[in-house]
């Protein structure tokens, strides 16, 4: 007999990081995770993490495994990373941080300093999208610590994502994933690479390209565990570090969502959901699909920001209770927030829930505000609860049938996968308002299954992706749709929650013009 292969893969997320140990037949052997304090804020609304302690965390991490296995570690064939998008680390030669990372959640705003000159200021003046591209050149950290920070950006060798930074203390290489790529920097993301040279993106944001990492493709070897990674986190020396991609982009993978008519639903910090495609296509115009860990490929991306995280608020406002009873009880507190929902028919008894709690860019826009209705004197905060649910289900399957509309072909399977998958309860709901079964991938961890595919692929372990797939995923539950309850939300879909942005738009827009927030 063979002897087995294993492949390792680290998830940074925003929650935690965990190193994750598979086989070849996407069976998790082991893990290792730590707790992550998200962020800190040193003013209102930033959010910033020392990358030096994700660094920490890793190794922390990995020793937290090899505690857990023992095993030959010269079976293992390979080491790919994902992580949390969209944050942002200066470093300088050595790739010592120069500051803070500026991570996705973070608020601030840079100054708009002028308008796009050349032919692109008139393309975006005619598509009337100015407002949208100057939001662009507001949220890029880069352009913030220019304007605020200027000694730090002229110290910066190179501008990373947390994807970069990890990579390079692993291989000690400046060097990335195109799948990675989800940010406010130059990437071109019809063609999947840096921007050309005459980009308006060049124009939006102090960045040069020099100092910008090389990119290689999912699956692509980006180099390999240096002695230095080797002592700090146990992974043997010499071993090929292969690219894979962002943790929303692993996930769709992980879940073994190949074809267009399958889509990922992610129920994480922030809720998605994603068809992979061929070929480039905007859900929303101008707003480009992300790249997806399917080297060449795309994901039609429709997002719900602060997702999830609607529900950690929930718990840490209201849920006291539940969190004090199941540690008591020795049980996950998810078995009893269930409860809560269970106690709640569906439709939450006419209370509503749009999603918005940070804004849009163009649908929702820049004016968007989250907004419950439907108060009445029987609510609870069991209803608060279930209609969070709820309304994040209606957002992604809004999500889902602008994607169809766009694409002209029909999504007819449901792939539910991140944090908020392990309730039953949100699972069952999820396929009474999409009116489609929805499928619980065979784990939890795809993000790191996603990962270990691409690493799998560009080992030669398995000859391709879709062999890959189908030998290392597969589903688990499936939770059918309930006739009654499907009945019942179709109508609050229909009749009031796809009217309800439309109609409240003018009160969010004049709440913005007296208060200035969020502009």
Avoid at 25 to 30: F, M, R, S, V, Y
Avoid at 186 to 207: C, I, S
Avoid at 283 to 297: K, N, S
Avoid at 390 to 401: H, M, N, S, T, V
Wanted: charged content about 20%.
């Amino acid at each position: 007999m063979s002897e087995p292969s294993y492949l390792l893969s680290i998830d940074n997320g925003t929650q935690s990081v965990r190193a994750l140990l598979f086989d070849t037949q996407g069976n998790l052997l082991a893990k290792g995770k730590v707790e992550l304090d998200p962020y800190f804020s040193s003013q209102p609304g930033w959010a910033e993490q020392d990358p030096e302690y994700y660094w920490a965390s890793l190794g922390e991490a990995c020793r937290l495994l090899w505690q857990q296995v023992d095993i030959d570690r010269s079976l293992i064939k390979g080491v790919a990373v994902t992580t949390q998008r969209g944050s942002i680390i200066h470093v300088d030669e050595q790739g010592t941080p120069l500051r803070p990372a500026i991570l996705w959640l973070d608020q601030r705003r840079a100054e708009v300093q002028g308008r796009i000159k050349g032919p692109w200021g008139w393309l975006f003046k005619l598509a009337r999208a100015e407002e949208a591209v100057d939001h662009f050149r507001a949220q890029a950290e880069v352009n913030w610590v220019a304007q605020h920070q200027p000694d730090i950006a002229d110290r910066t060798h190179k501008v990373l994502l947390l994807s970069g930074f990890l990579t390079q203390r692993l291989c000690g290489r400046f060097v990335d994933s195109t799948s990675s790529c989800v940010a406010y920097l130059p990437f071109d993301y019809k063609r999947l690479r840096w921007a050309a040279p005459g980009d308006w993106k060049w124009q939006a944001l102090k960045v040069r390209p020099e100092q910008l990492p090389e990119l290689f493709k999912p699956g692509e070897r980006l180099g390999s565990i240096t002695a230095a990674a080797s002592h700090h986190t146990g992974i043997p020396e010499g071993l090929p570090l292969i690219a894979a991609g962002a943790d929303k982009a692993c996930e769709v993978l992980g879940s073994g969502a190949l074809e267009p008519s399958t889509a990922c639903l992610s129920y994480g910090t922030t809720a998605t959901i994603n068809t992979i495609r061929s070929r480039y296509l905007e859900t929303i115009p101008l707003i480009p699909p992300y790249p997806a860990a399917l080297p060449d490929h795309f994901n039609t991306e429709v997002m719900i920001y602060r997702g999830f995280w609607m529900v950690s608020w929930f718990k840490r406002e209201f849920g006291l209770r539940e969190m004090q009873r199941a540690e008591a009880l020795g049980v996950p507190p998810e078995a009893l927030f269930d409860e809560l929902v269970n106690a709640v028919p569906p439709g939450s008894m006419g209370l509503m829930l749009q999603p918005y709690w940070t804004p849009g860019i163009r649908e929702p826009g820049l004016e968007a505000k989250g907004s419950i209705i439907g108060f009445g004197d029987v609510h609870t905060r069991a209803h608060l609860y279930r209609a969070i649910l709820e309304g994040l289900a209606y957002a992604l399957r809004q999500g889902k049938e602008r994607i169809e509309k766009r694409a002209g072909t029909r999504i007819e399977r449901l792939r539910v996968s991140g944090g908020g998958s392990q309730s039953d309860a949100a699972m069952q709901l999820t396929a009474d308002i999409f009116g489609l079964p929805a499928e619980r991938p065979h784990l939890y961890e795809t993000s790191g299954l996603g990962a270990a595919i691409n690493c799998a692929v560009g080992l030669g372990l398995h000859p391709d992706y879709p062999s890959a797939i189908a030998a290392m995923t597969r589903v688990g539950q499936v939770f059918q749709p309930n006739p009654e309850a499907q009945r019942v939300y179709q109508q609050l879909y229909g009749q009031v929650y796809q009217r309800m942005y439309r109609q409240l738009k003018p009160l969010y827009q004049r709440i913005r013009k007296i208060t200035g927030y969020p502009a």
